[in-house]
């Protein structure tokens, strides 16, 4: 909730106008009318409050409304996923320029009216940009998928606040060169967590009997790890790396590239959620997944 100057000009005015009421032949009706009028005055006020909202949030996606607006869609940390109109966004001299760019984290004052499909913002302030996930192409990609996909699978007009802490701190992590390494894989797992589908890492999924050691397979469509005493002699299907990595993944150590699990992470998630939206960020993460790795000449 917000006490803006706003509101306590409004609610000045009004407590100052019924000090200037004289009935001077009806002292009773007078007391009774001053008594009425102060009640509205908290109601008014009470009423602001629900109205105007201040919140954290994560631009998830920007398109042009018209040749000076914009419409942005920001996961927030106290109503979810919103939808904002920034009237005048795209000016040289936008007081919002850069709280609202793409993937920002920023703090925003707007009205919120819960019967309207868009919200009219107020104030924003940049808290957060990003400035080295966004000079780095691979971890901008990734968090261009974590975006896409709370955009498209998370829950509407709920608080989500889970999803809301996870994907700030993962993209601090994407904006850390000693933390963004594993940053985007430790994000889909508790994405998966969060979500209801939970991993259970440290045990073999036929035997129950603990992990010593990276599994010998994974199975995306069922979520479970098998030791090698019950994989015997058959062949894995997962990938060495992929399963190296959610060793590392489970037991917090540093690991190089995670790539791999994160398939595997995203596969498991596409069997339970059904992935009917297409997730287009996702192709631009391979490509540039492929340009990484094309060695230099």
């Known amino acids: 909730m917000l006490a803006t100057d706003e509101r306590r000009e409004i609610c000045s005015a009004l407590l100052a106008s019924t000090e200037k009421i004289v009935l001077p032949y009806n002292i009773p009706l007078q007391n009774t009318l001053v008594s009425r009028l102060s009640s509205l005055v908290s109601r008014l006020s009470s009423l602001v409050s629900r ?63 819960p019967n309207a499909e868009l919200q009219f913002v107020k104030e924003a302030t940049l808290l957060r940009w990003h400035e080295s996930m966004r000079g780095d192409l691979l971890h901008l990609a990734q968090a261009q998928v974590m975006a896409e996909m709370i955009l498209r699978y998370a829950p509407q007009g709920v608080p989500l606040d889970e999803e809301f802490q996870h994907l700030e701190a993962s993209l601090a992590e994407l904006d850390s060169r000693d933390l963004a390494d594993g940053a985007f894989a430790r994000w889909l797992l508790a994405t998966c967590e969060m979500w209801g589908y939970h991993l259970e890492l440290g045990a073999c999924g ?58 595997a992470l995203i596969s498991y998630l596409r069997n339970h959620i059904g992935f009917l939206k297409e997730i287009h960020s996702l192709q631009w993460l391979q490509e540039i997944r492929k340009l990484c790795s094309t060695p230099k000449t």
């Not at 201040?54 to 018209?66: A, D, G």
């Not at 997962?238 to 791999?260: I, V």
């Open 51 to 113: 109205l105007m909202q201040k919140s954290k949030s994560i631009v998830l996606h920007r398109y042009p409304y018209s040749d000076s607006s914009w419409i942005v869609k920001a996961l927030t940390e106290e109503c979810g996923i919103v939808s904002f109109i920034v009237k005048g966004g795209k000016r040289k001299e936008s007081p919002f320029r850069g709280a609202l760019d793409p993937l920002a984290l920023a703090e925003v004052v707007f009205k919120h009216n």
């Open 206 to 263: 036929r035997c129950e009997k603990p992990l010593t050691e990276p599994a010998a397979d994974f199975s995306p469509e069922s979520g479970t790890f098998l030791c090698k005493d019950c994989l015997g002699i058959a062949s894995p299907r997962a990938k060495k790396e992929t399963l190296d990595g959610f060793w590392a993944l489970h037991r917090n150590l540093p690991f190089q590239d995670f790539q791999y699990t994160e398939n």
